[in-house]
């Protein structure tokens, strides 16, 4: 681990998937959307203890409109507790019914939370948040082609989603407020990021 360490070649430039053998596998919290689990398991020579958050998943979506001569995203800010904040996010959400296809996940979202369905669906980006600690994966959709939600159709907000502030933001303020660490919305960050390096 030093400077005379070999340059990697492209082709390694990939995760490699695979599970450590796994001796004993427990659930030490049960929540009421995540499970804390701790596995023993062989690494190398020895066993270790892992504790990390058992996560559903989920999925987030970039929503982006170029009709009003910029390219604009939608964002929402909401409560966050564990980190005492309100933030600044896009819309998104756990993939909490199972066998759901992720792409009809993110549709409903969109819908939910910002009013909005896209004719135009693409993944932008998938990644793992904190994989030291948990095993979420969150995967980004683009979507375009916007159009409202008619008012007699849309969902009713409640808790901390009712009254949240949302609107439109050029891609280029978007990107500037990452940079400059006005806003730290890990999903927001990466997509805002992956779209405007996508975009040239």
């Known amino acids: 681990m030093s400077l005379d360490a070999p340059r990697l070649p492209v082709a390694e430039l990939r995760d490699l998937p695979g599970r450590a053998d796994v001796v004993a596998s427990e659930t030490v919290f049960g929540g009421r959307v ?11 020579e020895g066993q270790v203890v892992r504790e990390y958050v058992a ?15 910029v390219p604009e995203i939608f964002l929402i ?6 980190v005492a904040a309100e933030d600044w996010e896009i819309p998104a959400g756990l993939l909490d019914v199972p066998g759901e296809d992720p792409v009809l996940a993110a549709q409903r979202e969109l819908a939910e ?56 933001v050029s891609l280029e303020d978007a990107v500037s407020a990452v940079l400059g660490g006005q806003v730290r ?6 997509a805002v990021l992956a779209l405007h390096a996508r975009r040239g």
């Not at 995540?34 to 190398?44: I, M, N, S």
């Not at 800010?77 to 564990?82: A, G, I, N, T, W």
């Open 34 to 44: 995540w499970d804390v689990r701790r596995d023993t398991l062989r690494l190398g």
């Open 55 to 69: 996560h559903t998943g989920a999925v987030a979506i970039l929503a982006l409109r170029e009709d009003r001569g």
């Open 77 to 82: 800010r909401q409560y966050r507790h564990p």
């Open 113 to 168: 939370e910002a009013d909005l369905v896209a004719a135009d669906w693409e993944e932008l980006v998938s990644f793992t948040p904190s994989p030291g600690g948990l095993d979420e994966v969150i995967t980004v959709y683009l979507a375009t082609g916007l159009t409202d939600v008619p008012h007699a159709d849309r969902h009713e907000r409640e808790h901390e989603e009712a009254g949240m502030p949302c609107g439109w």
């Open 185 to 190: 919305n890990g999903p927001m960050m990466l």
